[in-house]
Structure formats: C-alpha cells, structure tokens
C-alpha cells in the first residue's frame, strides 16, 4: 500500500511565523504535490515536483516556497506565515509511468491555524 | 468559470438508497476520470478511475463517463452510513501524474 505521511496533523502558528510542512512517501513516486483544501474552492495546488530538486509552480504559489532534496520528501514552507494562509494542507505523490494507474494517493492532512 | 463543477451539496439519503453524484466540466481535452472518497479529517483516498467515455462498476460503485456532455456520474447502489463522506471528481489530460484538476466535492450523509 501506498503512505504518504505529512509531519503534523495539527498546527497553530503565529502571524509571521516561518512554517514547515514535511511529507515524505514510501512508494519511490517520481511526483509529489502541495494542495491546500478550503470549503467551496475544493483542491487548489500550490507546488508540485517531477523530481529531486525540481519544483513547478501551482495554481496559487504566492507566498509558499517548496524544497525537494530527497525523493521521498517534499516540503512546504511558509516564509511569513499569514492569517489567509489558515487552511487544509493535503500532500499527495504519484508515479509516472504514463500508465493510467498514475493516480495521486494523499497523505492525512495538516490543519493549519494562523493566528 | 471553473473547468470543474461539482455541487457541494450536503446530500442526504436514507441507507438502501441510490446515489447519483455529479460533475460537469468544460475542457474537452480531459481524457482520465477519478472519483476519490474523504472521510472527515483524513485525505482524500482514490475510489475509482476511468478513461474516455463508458461505464466501469465496481461492487457497490458504477462510474460514468459521457464525454460528448462533459459530464460524470458516480452511483452509489445499496448506500450504507458508511458511505457518508465528501467525493471528489477529479480529471486529467493525460497520464503520468500529469497534472488533475479536482471537483469542490459533494458532501453525503447516509442516514440508518
């Protein structure tokens, strides 16, 4: 099976606070993905990666950076954490095999509280 | 307007019922379509994927597909309480991880 961990569940921050959101997965998928999830917008991606070190931006990657310097990790930071930036944070990996099993399998989530 | 539509709902129905969960879309170059079930409080786990126009069943779940109206279904037959859930319909280009466009999601309560 598939598992996509992310580090924390639960977290509140501060205003301006830097944030780090880590997930690591367990399947050597090439790909991996930052979504925040919010009611009535669904889904929305921040950053997603094809590989080690390399980065693409999402839909809504305004004030998220992303590091990936392993394959099976993909963090999310937040460099001034903002109170619109309280939200769901969903990772997700896939593989690429151009197969149509390359289906994204997701991680728990993060509920982010900024106060 | 968004190029994946889906009603957030809530939808209620008493256990046994049939449920018909819907999606449109305007982008004809969607080719790969998912349906993925979130319990409350977890992720988004993937329920069933088909490619192209057609039917595919699975068990207690029948996806469909109709390309020509850009629209997706997914039946729940037989619905039990533990069917209550949000579901995401969620669709791609192409394959490879290539980059999925996901549906609001419509929330479902299945009542005993």
């Known amino acids: 099976d598939v598992k996509v961990t992310q580090s924390s569940r639960y977290l509140v921050k501060r205003t301006g606070e830097k944030v780090f959101l880590e997930c690591v997965q367990d399947m050597d998928h090439e790909n991996m993905f930052w979504y925040r999830q919010d009611p009535g917008l669904g889904l929305r991606l921040i950053y997603f990666?094809?590989?080690?070190?390399?980065?693409e931006k999402g839909d809504i990657p305004e004030g998220y950076s992303v590091s990936r310097e392993k394959k099976e990790r993909f963090s999310l930071i937040l460099e001034s954490a903002s109170t619109n930036q309280t939200s769901m944070y969903l990772c997700?990996?896939?593989?690429?095999?151009?197969?149509?099993?390359?289906?994204?399998?997701f991680g728990p989530g993060t509920r982010l509280t900024v106060l | 307007q968004k190029e994946v539509e889906q009603d957030p709902g809530p939808l209620s129905v008493p256990e046994g019922a049939i449920v018909s969960l819907n999606c449109t879309y305007s982008?004809?170059?969607?080719?790969?379509f998912m349906w993925y079930r979130q319990y409350s409080r977890k992720g988004p786990e993937l329920l069933m994927y088909?490619?192209?126009?057609g039917n595919k069943e699975d068990g207690r779940f029948t996806a469909q597909v109709d390309k020509s109206s850009k629209y997706i279904s997914l039946f729940i037959r037989d619905s039990q309480p533990s069917d209550s859930a949000t579901y995401l319909c969620?669709?791609?280009?192409?394959?490879?991880?290539?980059?999925?466009?996901f549906g609001a999601g419509t929330r479902l309560f299945v009542k005993a």
């Open positions: 997700a990996s896939s593989s690429r095999t151009g197969e149509i099993t390359d289906t994204q399998y």
């Open positions: 982008n004809s170059a969607f080719q790969y």
């Open positions: 088909t490619y192209s126009s």
């Open positions: 990666s094809y590989d080690v070190k390399m980065k």
């Open positions: 969620a669709m791609s280009k192409g394959t490879g991880g290539f980059k999925t466009i």
